[in-house]
C-alpha cells in the first residue's frame, strides 16, 4: 500500500496481507511506476510551486526611475561607502526598452558616465513621510535654559560645511526613517514640572505618544498637519498638564481636527492643524495656554523649543520633556542650505544653534517659542541634529487662519 510519505522517500512499502503472491516481475514494474510518479511529483512541485516560496522582492518589485537632478553616491568596489563619491544625474541614457541603465553625472571632479546599478541612490524626493480659541489667559513666560553664544558668521561656515558630510552619514546611517518629518530634542535639558504648561501630547488611544501641540486656549491645541493627516477624533487624545509621558496628566479626546487646505505633503508647506477637544481644558500651575504672536520673528532671535522627541538619531524617546534653546536663521540662509533637498518657504522658520543640538523624530507640531508666545510649529529637518537647522511652520504667518477656524468652529 503506498503513502504520501512514501513519494518524499522514493520508495513504497507494501503492508502484508494473510495471503502474499510475491512476482518479481510485476514488482518490478510496479517499482518502476511509483518512481516515475514520484520523479514527475518532483518535477512539477519544485518548477511550478517551490519557488513560491521564496520572495524574489528584486523582480517582484519596482522603483522609481533615476531622475535628471538627482543626488547619488557612486559605488567604488575598493573603498567604504563613507569615501563614495557624490554626484548629482545631468542625463538618463534609456535602452531601446525604455529602461533607464547608464546615467551621465556630474561631480566636482567632472562628468562620468556609470550604470545605475552603480549608484546608490539617496532617497531624498520619496522620503516624504505623509503624516497627513477665547483669549490666553496667566499667560505663562517660558524659562531660558543654559546660556549659549551664537556667531551668526561661523554657523553660517559651519552649517554650509556640514551640508554634504550630514547628507551622506544620514543616508550610511539609516537618517532616512523619516528624514524630513523630524517629530525629540535633541542636545537639550529635562523640563521640570510645571515649567512648560502650555505643552501638550497628542497620542494613540493606547497612549503612544505621536506628536507634540500648544496649548492656545481651553479648546483648541495648535500642531502640524503631518500630525493629523490620517488621523480622526476617534483615533487620537490629548494629554495636557504633565512633563512625564507615562504618569499623571489630563487626558481629552478629540471633538474635530483642521487640516490646513493647502497643507503639501510632498513640499512639506503649510503644515499647520487645530486639533479641538471635546471638553474644556482645565487651566492651573501645570496646564496653561500660549499666546499667538503680534510680530513677525526676526532673524537672530532666540527661541526655544520643547518636546519629547528622540535624544539621538536612531535612538529612543525620553520619559521627560526636554528644551533647548536656538537662535533663528534667516529664509535666504536657510533656502541655500536645503537646495537641492527640499524647498524652504518665507511661511517657515529656520533654527539651530550647532551640531548635536535640534529636534527629531517625536517632537513635531510642538511649540517653537519666543518670549511668552509660539511662533513656530516643529515641521520637518535632516535627523536629527546633524549640522543643518530645523524647519518650523512660521506661526505668525498663519496667524489671520488659526483665528478664523477657532472662531468658525
Excluded at 517632537?363 to 541634529?385: H, I, K, Q, R
Excluded at 543643518?388 to 478664523?404: G, M, T
Aim: one cysteine or more.
Amino acid at each position: 500500500m503506498s503513502k504520501p510519505f512514501h513519494l518524499q522517500i522514493h520508495s513504497a512499502v507494501y503492508a502484508k496481507t494473510e495471503e502474499h503472491h510475491y512476482d518479481r516481475d510485476s514488482a518490478s514494474i510496479s517499482l518502476q511506476l511509483i518512481q516515475a510518479l514520484s520523479q514527475r511529483f518532483w518535477t512539477l512541485w519544485t518548477k511550478s510551486y517551490l519557488h513560491t516560496l521564496q520572495t524574489r522582492s528584486k523582480w517582484l518589485s519596482t522603483s522609481s526611475p533615476p531622475q535628471v537632478g538627482e543626488l547619488v553616491l557612486i559605488k567604488e568596489d575598493n573603498q567604504p561607502p563613507l569615501q563614495w563619491k557624490l554626484g548629482r544625474i545631468i542625463r538618463t541614457l534609456p535602452g531601446k526598452d525604455g529602461v533607464i541603465r547608464v546615467v551621465d553625472l556630474d561631480t566636482k571632479h567632472g562628468s562620468l558616465r556609470r550604470p545605475v546599478f552603480k549608484l546608490a541612490r539617496l532617497p531624498l524626493d520619496s522620503a516624504h513621510e505623509e503624516v497627513q480659541p477665547r483669549p490666553p489667559q496667566d499667560v505663562y513666560v517660558p524659562p531660558i535654559a543654559e546660556e549659549h553664544h551664537y556667531d551668526r558668521d561661523s554657523a553660517s561656515i559651519s552649517l554650509q560645511c556640514h551640508r554634504i558630510v550630514c547628507l551622506i552619514s544620514a543616508f550610511v546611517l539609516r537618517g532616512f526613517e523619516s528624514p524630513f518629518l523630524a517629530p525629540r530634542v535633541v542636545g537639550g535639558v529635562t523640563v521640570p514640572d510645571g515649567r512648560i504648561p502650555y505643552q501638550a501630547s497628542l497620542r494613540t488611544l493606547f497612549n503612544s505618544h505621536f506628536c507634540g501641540g500648544s496649548i492656545l486656549n481651553e479648546k483648541w491645541v495648535l500642531t502640524a498637519a503631518h500630525c493629523t493627516v490620517g488621523q480622526s477624533h476617534l483615533t487620537m487624545q490629548v494629554v495636557v498638564g504633565t512633563n512625564n509621558l507615562h504618569i499623571g496628566g489630563e487626558h481629552h479626546s478629540v471633538e474635530s481636527i483642521i487640516i490646513h487646505s493647502d497643507y503639501n505633503s510632498m513640499a512639506i508647506s503649510n503644515d499647520v492643524s487645530l486639533v479641538k477637544v471635546s471638553n474644556d481644558i482645565v487651566f492651573n500651575d501645570n496646564v496653561q495656554s500660549i499666546q499667538l504672536p503680534d510680530d513677525d520673528t526676526d532673524v537672530g532671535a532666540d527661541v526655544m523649543l520643547s518636546g519629547w522627541g528622540r535624544l539621538s538619531y536612531p535612538g529612543v524617546y525620553p520619559n521627560h520633556l526636554q528644551m533647548l534653546n536656538l537662535t533663528s536663521l534667516s529664509v535666504e540662509l536657510c533656502q541655500d542650505i536645503f537646495v537641492g533637498i527640499n524647498p524652504v518657504f518665507s511661511t517657515q522658520i529656520c533654527a539651530m544653534t550647532k551640531v548635536g543640538e535640534g529636534a527629531c523624530h517625536g517632537d513635531s507640531g510642538g511649540p517653537l517659542v519666543e518670549g511668552n508666545t509660539v511662533v513656530g510649529v516643529v515641521s520637518w529637518g535632516m535627523p536629527c541634529a546633524r549640522g543643518y537647522p530645523d524647519v518650523y511652520s512660521r506661526v505668525f504667518a498663519f496667524k489671520d487662519w488659526i483665528l478664523e477656524k477657532m472662531e468658525q468652529n
